[in-house]
């Protein structure tokens, strides 16, 4: 039995059955009229054209004319409109070649009777092919920049780590004295230390962490961080506040978090060198999601740079090798990217009189 609307569509005037008929034949988009069941009554030449009936009128069912991975879909969308009464769009790919078939985006819409009862289903096809590859070959332009922008940055980097390394080198082969050539050494060792540990985040970013870890709710995984490492942020002069509500059990992989943690607070310990205050709060946001925030106490991020704290290898703490500092601009670009792969969102902010607030937002139930 078909179902009722609970008032019938407003009428938007009265057209000759006729006029109605030829801009049904002549549309430009491709259109089939089925009965409520998916039986098809009609098409249009559009239709004919894209599934090649030649003279041959269009009939059977309509999920025939759809590629046979999506028939099922196509039955469940039929079903769906019989239910609600709404358009709905399927995405699926027709003729074309094997290698590069044409990609359709189809409407199913309802046909309602004048007192709202379902009197049958139209499919309207469009062509959206050239979007779709105009907006695939516009993502490949942003990836190539973003990848030429990477890899200038570790070549920079790692040039003034192999400068680095060769001066402390040559100083130490021209040492007489064992105390001058141990100093020259150990500038050498740190170069390399540096280099290995700019390695291991280069890593992180690339595989955005996909190694099998243990499973831990994010609630246990927090409060793990903080009760480990409070006694290490007391002795940097940091109070540890954390603020937290019982929230849902959020299912997420330990050592992911821990590194997004690690690398958070180590962004606020290097902006408090004489001491502070670092806030850590862990709520429950609205029904599908839960919210994890840090905030310092330090001088805030430069407005001028808010739009690039996750950029990889960006950094406001000078040149790479320029001090004992071992950040390279890549903890934050971490943190980033393995928030993204637990299909969250993280932004920065300032906080009104001094410090710097970094808020992420997980859902309750991923995806996948």
């Not at 408090?272 to 806030?279: D, E, F, H, K, V």
């Amino acid at each position: 039995m078909s179902p009722t609307a609970t008032s019938p569509a407003a009428p938007v005037g009265r057209l000759d059955p006729a006029y109605l008929e030829s801009m049904f034949l002549s549309a430009g988009f491709a259109i089939i009229a089925c009965r409520a069941d998916g039986e098809v009554v009609a098409g249009n030449a559009a239709a004919m054209k894209l599934f090649r009936c030649g003279g041959r009128p269009l009939g059977g069912p309509v999920s025939a004319l759809f590629p046979e991975a999506d028939r099922a879909a196509v039955e469940q969308m039929l079903e769906t409109v019989q239910n609600t009464l709404e358009a709905i769009e399927l995405r699926t790919h027709l003729g074309g070649s094997e290698a590069d078939p044409l990609e359709y985006a189809v409407w199913f819409t309802p046909v309602l009777e004048a007192d709202g009862t379902l009197r049958g289903v139209s499919l309207w096809f469009r062509d959206i092919t050239e979007r779709v590859r105009l907006r695939r070959t516009l993502k490949e332009r942003e990836r190539l920049a973003s990848l030429g922008s990477l890899s200038r940055g570790v070549a920079h980097h790692y040039n003034n780590l192999l400068c680095c390394i060769a001066t402390s080198v040559e100083y130490a082969i021209n040492m007489n004295t064992t105390s001058a050539m141990r100093r020259a050494l150990q500038r050498t060792a740190d170069a390399v230390s540096r280099a290995a540990h700019i390695t291991r985040q280069l890593l992180a970013f690339a595989q955005a962490d996909h190694r099998e870890g243990d499973l831990a709710d994010l609630t246990e995984a927090v409060l793990f961080y903080c009760d480990e490492n409070e006694e290490r942020l007391g002795r940097l002069h940091i109070k540890l506040v954390v603020d937290w509500q019982v929230i849902p059990t959020v299912t997420v992989r330990r050592d992911q978090v821990l590194l997004i943690l690690n690398n958070i607070v180590e962004n606020a310990v290097e902006a408090m060198p004489s001491g502070g205050t670092l806030t850590v709060t862990l709520a429950r946001r609205d029904d599908n999601s839960v919210s994890l925030s840090l905030a310092d106490t330090g001088p805030g991020i430069d407005p001028r740079h808010m739009e690039r704290v996750f950029e990889p290898f960006f950094t406001t703490k000078g040149e790479l090798g320029a001090g004992t500092g071992r950040n390279a601009g890549m903890g934050l670009a971490v943190v980033h990217g393995l928030v993204g792969e637990m299909h969250g969102t993280i932004s920065a902010s300032n906080i009104p009189g001094g410090g710097a607030r970094f808020d992420i937002v997980l859902p309750i139930r991923r995806e996948g």
